[in-house]
């Protein structure tokens, strides 16, 4: 099946799901994941009518935004170092992955530069895997208080990974626990702090995600095939 295949049964899958549990399919939005994908597979994408793009690594971002047209709205998904924030300031709509108030103080500085505003999500590592990026449960409501304070991020929901499972309703709790994560740093009413997202499910959970209540599913090999 081509790319455009691919995204088609994606989507149609994605508004099944959301439909299934009562929810509007258009409260869903696809992050495709492209991370290690040449940007000829982005470009048959955009052709397909897709314009939403996560990316991983700083270099492959850099690479391929510089060559593929500005309509395309980028995410930042992966783990992220202080010293890399420079080369995404200001490009990118939204970063998944903040885990850290020195990360957070980084992303502020740089967009400061900008004049632009930084939409942020806060990563937790819900399962305690030691191979995943994110804060911990018990530390994420801190982490929302301190990066509050900071003028020019603006933190839009959650975002997680849960452990593979073959078994996609096993990462169901997982979902729970970041929906009910978001909604107790929401009852906090920090100002201007929104929980308007949840970034959780991908190519093997998303509609166990869907079902939980996910806004942005970030979905790679579904799309694309294997990583390269």
Same mark, same amino acid.
């Given at each position: 099946?081509?790319?455009?295949?691919?995204?088609?049964?994606? #989507?149609?899958?994605? %508004?099944?799901?959301?439909? $299934?549990? =009562?929810?509007?399919?258009?409260? &869903?939005?696809?992050? /495709?994941?492209?991370?290690?994908?040449?940007?000829?597979?982005?470009?048959?994408?955009?052709?397909?009518?897709?314009?939403?793009?996560?990316?991983?690594?700083?270099?492959?971002?850099?690479?391929?935004?510089?060559?593929?047209?500005?309509?395309?709205?980028?995410?930042?998904?992966?783990?992220?170092?202080?010293?890399?924030?420079?080369?995404?300031?200001?490009?990118?709509?939204?970063?998944?992955?903040?885990?850290?108030?020195?990360?957070?103080?980084?992303?502020?500085?740089?967009?400061?530069?900008?004049?632009?505003?930084?939409?942020?999500?806060? #990563?937790?590592?819900? %399962?305690?895997?030691?191979? $995943?990026? =994110?804060?911990?449960?018990?530390? &994420?409501?801190?982490? /929302?208080?301190?990066?509050?304070?900071?003028?020019?991020?603006?933190?839009?929901?959650?975002?997680?990974?849960?452990?593979?499972?073959?078994?996609?309703?096993?990462?169901?709790?997982?979902?729970?626990?970041?929906?009910?994560?978001?909604?107790?740093?929401?009852?906090?009413?920090?100002?201007?702090?929104?929980?308007?997202?949840?970034?959780?499910?991908?190519?093997?959970?998303?509609?166990?995600?869907?079902?939980?209540?996910?806004?942005?599913?970030?979905?790679?090999?579904?799309?694309?095939?294997?990583?390269?």
């Amino acid at each position: 099946m081509s790319i455009a295949d691919n995204l088609h049964a994606v #989507q149609e899958r994605i %508004s099944k799901a959301a439909l $299934k549990c =009562g929810r509007d399919p258009h409260a &869903v939005r696809l992050v /495709a994941v492209s991370k290690t994908q040449p940007a000829s597979a982005v470009q048959d994408a955009i052709e397909a009518g897709h314009l939403l793009f996560g990316e991983n690594y700083v270099q492959e971002f850099r690479e391929k935004s510089s060559i593929l047209p500005d309509v395309i709205e980028w995410h930042f998904i992966g783990s992220l170092q202080t010293n890399k924030v420079k080369y995404l300031s200001g490009q990118t709509k939204l970063i998944h992955s903040v885990d850290r108030i020195s990360l957070a103080r980084e992303l502020d500085r740089q967009w400061e530069k900008t004049g632009q505003i930084c939409n942020i999500l806060l #990563q937790v590592n819900l %399962s305690g895997e030691e191979t $995943k990026s =994110g804060t911990t449960v018990s530390e &994420v409501i801190q982490l /929302a208080r301190d990066t509050a304070r900071l003028p020019n991020l603006s933190i839009r929901g959650l975002m997680t990974m849960p452990p593979f499972f073959d078994q996609p309703d096993r990462a169901r709790p997982y979902f729970r626990e970041l929906r009910k994560l978001s909604r107790a740093i929401a009852d906090l009413k920090l100002p201007g702090v929104r929980m308007d997202e949840l970034s959780m499910g991908m190519s093997g959970d998303f509609e166990v995600a869907i079902e939980e209540g996910a806004t942005l599913v970030r979905v790679g090999s579904a799309i694309f095939g294997e990583r390269l």
